[in-house]
C-alpha cells in the first residue's frame, strides 16, 4: 500500500529540478530546498490517507507500520532517489550511481544484521530496519548535497508556481509502480 503512494511524494521534483537547473545552475540550492519542502509536506498528506486507507483494508493493527514505512519510503528514500537526479543534473554521474548504490547497499546491510541478530523478524522490525537504513542513506544524502551545491533554500512562491507541472511529472512517471503494486497490495489483504 505504501509503496503504491510512494512515487507522489516528491511530486515530481525530480524532474523539476532537472527542468530549472540545466538551464540555470545557480537555481540548484532553490530547487533542492523546494524538493525536500515538497517531499516532507506531501509525505505527511499521504501518511494520513494511506493510515486511514490501512485502517479500513486491515484494521488498527497495522498503523504504526504503515506510518513507519511512509516515512522510510515517502520521506527517507525519495530524498535520495531525488539527490540522485541533483548529480545527474550537474554532470556528476558517479556521485548520481554512488548514491543510488547508498540507498540500496544501507537496506542490504539492515537486512544482513536483522538475519544474523534476529534469525526471523516481523514485518514491523523489518520496516524499522527500513526506517533506520534509509535514514542513514538520506543523512548522508542531505550532507553530500549541501557540499556539493550550498546550503538549501525555500521559497513556497516557487513551489506553487511548479505544482501542477509536477503533479503531471509525478502521474506520468508513477502509473508503472501503481501497477506492479498494486497487485500486492490486493493480495496481502
Known amino acids: 500500500l505504501v509503496n503504491t503512494v510512494t512515487p507522489y ?4 521534483s525530480a524532474m523539476l529540478f532537472m527542468r530549472y537547473v540545466s538551464m540555470d545552475r545557480s537555481l540548484a540550492a532553490l530547487h533542492w530546498g ?3 519542502m515538497t517531499i516532507v509536506a506531501v509525505s505527511v498528506v499521504l501518511c494520513g490517507v494511506v493510515s486511514w ?20 519510503n515517502c520521506v527517507m528514500s525519495q530524498i535520495t532517489l531525488c539527490a540522485s537526479s541533483v548529480f545527474l543534473t550537474i554532470g556528476r ?27 526471523r523478524a516481523t514485518a514491523f522490525q523489518w520496516s524499522l530496519g527500513v526506517l533506520f537504513s534509509s535514514t542513514v542513506a538520506a543523512a548522508i544524502t542531505l550532507v553530500w548535497v549541501r557540499c556539493t551545491i550550498g546550503p538549501m533554500i525555500f521559497d513556497l512562491r516557487c513551489t506553487r508556481r511548479h505544482i501542477c507541472e509536477g503533479v503531471g511529472f509525478s502521474v506520468a512517471g508513477s502509473t508503472e509502480s501503481v501497477s506492479n503494486d498494486f497487485d500486492k497490495v490486493m493480495l496481502t489483504h
Do not use: D, H, Q, W
Open 9 to 12: 511524494s516528491p511530486l515530481g
Open 34 to 36: 523546494n524538493t525536500i
Open 53 to 72: 486507507i490501512g485502517y479500513l483494508l486491515v484494521g488498527p493493527s497495522r498503523i504504526e507500520m504503515i506510518v513507519v514505512l511512509v516515512i522510510a
Open 93 to 119: 554521474l558517479r556521485s548520481a550511481a554512488a548514491n543510488r548504490l547508498l540507498s540500496n547497499l544501507s537496506r542490504f546491510i539492515a537486512l544482513v544484521a536483522m538475519a544474523l541478530f534476529l534469525k
